[in-house]
């Protein structure tokens, strides 16, 4: 709700003046509605990311192609001198999440509507600027130290251009987030030479964070049971004991992990045995396309 | 047959004040099936890792294949290779991210080229018919897949002796029953397996033998019909006779001499033993 009411201001201040008022004030209503719709379930469970990444068509599609193909995508969108790189690749990645992974609009857009809102915040402070006269297309009084703070023209380019960038790049982020489950980003910095320390830690917390997860969920279902939730005080008892807990049991269960480990004559560091999928024609064309198309805007003079 | 693993007298402290086993001494043949029963605490536990060569045995020897564990790494990795051990609970096993990698984890250790391994990660999933959830993640698994995922793990490493601890314990009776038959099978191709468990009827039909364990001692160690005969050593260790077991003795003692060779393990041979039974009304 919160990011509609966002976009809905944003989308005004950033188009006002540009755009005559007929059309502004229903455009700007039409996106905030539209957010509101997709986001009304609300409840985005924090992991949902890694369900989605494991449900993606394009999961199979080779971990090292995407990952470069999108981290240069992504250099050249903030690189890029005007607004149609970003928005292109905005427009480019949710055509890729959605009708060829095939993901839900509505949870792609979930996913990125939190980055996107900071974005708006973020934006909104770069739109506005202290000026002594009201000359720009959008001013507010301030009363008592007689100046405005006005949105001008110039502003409005310039916050395009940086929301552009951002748009983009988030885009590229959230569909290699969105296609690729953790374990296949893990092995492309694996052979990026990423040191064998961090790997293995990585390995290990991505297991981690699902365990601790379940742990703790039992242990509050557990909880709540015994009526530990009803009021503030016994919530603030039955969370610390809960945590105190939940530390204790990571303790056991990384001794018992270690036992495995060693049992199955570990000695050295994790790996795994990596068969990614080969890079098919295909896969390499479309690649291909995305990043000329990126680039035949970016250079533009538009 | 000729023997696999041997351990001679071998006892074991945790933090040097709780003793958990208290010279046991027991030898394994090649391609038995033994069941280790005990309660809760009785020291199953700590027996496997040490058969396994996780633990160090504080007192005795561990002899596999007739060669002596020294403590050299060659020696260790040689035992932990050869008997494999299958953990109570699949999460504190599983590590990797998918269910391919996790069955790969064991041969990658024993640095075997990437082929040899792939064959064997396939092998051994195929065994455990798990193929079609190799891109799975095992957060999403349940927990009797998550269980054929943990012995598929240690197939892969091609041991000729498997330990498994409490196999049984969070299965619901279908996947149990599909578990006796994986085990049977990878018995009759000649690896040894080793279950422990306190589920009785469990291991009176499956086991050849069985070894009882109490307090961190062995305090049985024979044919299954041999071991379930004496009352008092069952009192001592916590345990009860199986219910096939009890029922032939009830009927016996009813109706007298019921004709057959053997005690029946399961109920299709207790059923069996009825229809075939003519007992002197």
């Given at each position: 709700?919160?990011?509609?009411?966002?976009?809905?201001?944003?989308?005004?201040?950033?188009?006002?003046?540009?755009?005559?008022?007929?059309?502004?004030?229903?455009?700007?209503?039409?996106?905030?509605?539209?957010?509101?719709?997709?986001?009304?379930?609300?409840?985005?469970?924090?992991?949902?990311?890694?369900?989605?990444?494991?449900?993606?068509?394009?999961?199979?599609?080779?971990?090292?192609?995407?990952?470069?193909?999108?981290?240069?995508?992504?250099?050249?969108?903030?690189?890029?001198?005007?607004?149609?790189?970003?928005?292109?690749?905005?427009?480019?990645?949710?055509?890729?999440?959605?009708?060829?992974?095939?993901?839900?609009?509505?949870?792609?857009?979930?996913?990125?509507?939190?980055?996107?809102?900071?974005?708006?915040?973020?934006?909104?402070?770069?739109?506005?600027?202290?000026?002594?006269?009201?000359?720009?297309?959008?001013?507010?009084?301030?009363?008592?130290?007689?100046?405005?703070?006005?949105?001008?023209?110039?502003?409005?380019?310039?916050?395009?251009?940086?929301?552009?960038?951002?748009?983009?790049?988030?885009?590229?982020?959230?569909?290699?987030?969105?296609?690729?489950?953790?374990?296949?980003?893990?092995?492309?910095?694996?052979?990026?030479?990423?040191?064998?320390?961090?790997?293995?830690?990585?390995?290990?917390?991505?297991?981690?964070?699902?365990?601790?997860?379940?742990?703790?969920?039992?242990?509050?279902?557990?909880?709540?049971?015994?009526?530990?939730?009803?009021?503030?005080?016994?919530?603030?008892?039955?969370?610390?004991?809960?945590?105190?807990?939940?530390?204790?049991?990571?303790?056991?269960?990384?001794?018992?992990?270690?036992?495995?480990?060693?049992?199955?004559?570990?000695?050295?560091?994790?790996?795994?045995l990596e068969r990614p999928n080969r890079i098919s024609l295909t896969h390499a064309m479309v690649a291909a396309a995305l990043l000329a198309a990126a680039l035949v805007l970016c250079f533009l003079p538009l | 047959m000729s023997e696999l693993l041997r351990v001679e007298h071998i006892s074991y402290r945790y933090d040097d004040v709780y003793t958990a086993l208290k010279d046991v001494s027991v030898s394994?043949?090649?391609?038995?099936?033994?069941?280790?029963?005990?309660?809760?605490?009785?020291?199953?536990?700590?027996?496997?890792?040490?058969?396994?060569?996780?633990?160090?045995?504080?007192?005795?020897?561990?002899?596999?294949?007739?060669?002596?564990?020294?403590?050299?790494?060659?020696?260790?990795?040689?035992?932990?290779?050869?008997?494999?051990?299958?953990?109570?609970?699949?999460?504190?096993?599983?590590?990797?991210?998918?269910?391919?990698?996790?069955?790969?984890?064991?041969?990658?250790?024993?640095?075997?080229?990437?082929?040899?391994?792939?064959?064997?990660?396939?092998?051994?999933?195929?065994?455990?018919?798990?193929?079609?959830?190799?891109?799975?993640?095992?957060?999403?698994?349940?927990?009797?897949?998550?269980?054929?995922?943990?012995?598929?793990?240690?197939?892969?490493?091609?041991?000729?002796?498997?330990?498994?601890?409490?196999?049984?314990?969070?299965?619901?009776?279908?996947?149990?029953?599909?578990?006796?038959?994986?085990?049977?099978?990878?018995?009759?191709?000649?690896?040894?397996?080793?279950?422990?468990?306190?589920?009785?009827?469990?291991?009176?039909?499956?086991?050849?033998?069985?070894?009882?364990?109490?307090?961190?001692?062995?305090?049985?160690?024979?044919?299954?019909?041999?071991?379930?005969?004496?009352?008092?050593?069952?009192?001592?260790?916590?345990?009860?006779?199986?219910?096939?077991?009890?029922?032939?003795?009830?009927?016996?003692?009813?109706?007298?001499?019921?004709?057959?060779?053997?005690?029946?393990?399961?109920?299709?041979?207790?059923?069996?033993?009825?229809?075939?039974?003519?007992?002197?009304?």
């Amino acid at each position: 709700m919160i990011t509609a009411i966002l976009t809905m201001v944003f989308s005004w201040c950033l188009f006002s003046g540009q755009l005559p008022d007929s059309l502004l004030v229903p455009l700007c209503v039409l996106l905030g509605v539209l957010i509101a719709f997709v986001s009304r379930y609300g409840h985005s469970q924090s992991l949902s990311v890694d369900v989605l990444a494991q449900m993606s068509r394009l999961r199979t599609v080779n971990p090292m192609l995407k990952f470069w193909i999108l981290f240069i995508l992504m250099i050249v969108c903030i690189a890029s001198a005007n607004v149609y790189t970003g928005l292109f690749l905005l427009v480019a990645m949710l055509v890729m999440a959605v009708f060829v992974g095939g993901l839900p609009l509505s949870r792609y857009i979930r996913v990125l509507a939190l980055p996107v809102s900071f974005l708006m915040i973020g934006g909104l402070a770069l739109l506005f600027e202290i000026s002594p006269s009201s000359m720009g297309v959008l001013n507010i009084p301030v009363p008592v130290f007689g100046f405005w703070l006005s949105v001008s023209a110039e502003t409005q380019a310039r916050t395009a251009l940086v929301v552009a960038h951002a748009l983009g790049a988030v885009s590229c982020l959230c569909l290699i987030s969105l296609s690729t489950p953790m374990p296949d980003i893990i092995s492309v910095l694996r052979r990026m030479r990423c040191p064998s320390v961090v790997i293995d830690l990585m390995y290990l917390i991505y297991r981690y964070i699902f365990i601790l997860l379940t742990l703790h969920r039992e242990m509050r279902v557990a909880a709540q049971s015994r009526l530990g939730f009803r009021s503030y005080r016994t919530s603030l008892r039955a969370t610390g004991m809960i945590y105190s807990n939940l530390l204790a049991r990571s303790y056991q269960f990384a001794s018992k992990n270690y036992d495995a480990m060693e049992s199955r004559c570990c000695d050295t560091g994790i790996r795994f045995l990596e068969r990614p999928n080969r890079i098919s024609l295909t896969h390499a064309m479309v690649a291909a396309a995305l990043l000329a198309a990126a680039l035949v805007l970016c250079f533009l003079p538009l | 047959m000729s023997e696999l693993l041997r351990v001679e007298h071998i006892s074991y402290r945790y933090d040097d004040v709780y003793t958990a086993l208290k010279d046991v001494s027991v030898s394994f043949m090649k391609g038995e099936l033994v069941a280790i029963l005990g309660s809760n605490g009785a020291g199953k536990s700590t027996f496997f890792l040490c058969c396994n060569g996780v633990l160090r045995p504080h007192e005795g020897r561990i002899f596999y294949q007739g060669q002596e564990i020294s403590k050299s790494r060659k020696h260790n990795l040689m035992l932990r290779q050869g008997v494999g051990l299958v953990f109570q609970d699949p999460d504190s096993q599983i590590i990797a991210g998918n269910v391919e990698s996790e069955v790969s984890f064991g041969p990658m250790n024993l640095r075997l080229p990437a082929d040899e391994v792939g064959r064997r990660v396939d092998k051994a999933l195929a065994q455990m018919s798990i193929e079609r959830y190799r891109d799975y993640a095992p957060q999403y698994l349940s927990g009797g897949e998550k269980k054929r995922v943990s012995i598929a793990d240690i197939l892969a490493m091609q041991p000729a002796m498997i330990l498994l601890d409490e196999p049984t314990a969070s299965l619901d009776p279908q996947n149990s029953d599909a578990l006796e038959g994986v085990l049977s099978e990878l018995n009759r191709e000649g690896i040894t397996i080793v279950i422990s468990t306190h589920d009785v009827d469990f291991a009176y039909r499956i086991a050849q033998r069985v070894i009882v364990f109490a307090q961190g001692e062995i305090i049985a160690n024979a044919a299954a019909d041999e071991v379930f005969a004496s009352d008092e050593m069952l009192k001592r260790a916590g345990l009860k006779k199986p219910l096939l077991y009890e029922a032939f003795e009830s009927l016996q003692q009813r109706f007298g001499n019921l004709e057959s060779e053997r005690k029946p393990r399961s109920i299709e041979e207790f059923r069996t033993l009825l229809e075939n039974a003519r007992p002197a009304f």
